[in-house]
Nanobody
Framework: QVQLVESGGGLVQPGESLRLSCAASGSTVSAYAIGWYRQGPGKQRELVAAISRSGSTNYADSVKGRFTISRDNAKNTVYLQMNSLKPEDSAVYYC????????????????WGQGTQVTVSS
């Protein structure tokens, strides 16, 4: 089974950038589609971006044009490049290993990382 560990979060000012990493172990990340989710205070967890095994991607409308998801199977890692960050992007970001079909990401219930905190504030 795959284990996922997120990293790269932190405190940044509005307009700045961060790159989050989702490192896989116990299995190869190439065997999975990966989704990045976030959960802000008092909010439900929401899908931010997803990437299929073949590299197809989709994004939440709120991050289109600002965030980019990518995968490096050789490094067993999936990235989320976040540019032009806004205060409303502040949340704990999680990655999930799941399935991608019909243009839709389908998360697994069991393969979640522990999350990394992103705070955007001046």
């Amino acid at each position: 089974q795959v284990q996922l560990v997120e990293s790269g979060g932190g405190l940044v000012q509005p307009g700045e950038s961060l790159r989050l990493s989702c490192a896989a172990s116990g299995s190869t990340v190439s065997a999975y589609a990966i989704g990045w989710y976030r959960q802000g205070p008092g909010k439900q967890r929401e899908l931010v971006a997803a990437i299929s095994r073949s590299g197809s991607t989709n994004y939440a409308d709120s991050v289109k044009g600002r965030f980019t998801i990518s995968r490096d199977n050789a490094k067993n890692t999936v990235y989320l490049q976040m540019n032009s960050l806004k205060p409303e992007d502040s949340a704990v970001y999680y990655c999930n290993a799941g399935l991608y079909y019909g243009g839709i990401y389908h998360p697994s219930k069991e393969f979640w990382g522990q999350g990394t905190q992103v705070t955007v504030s001046s």
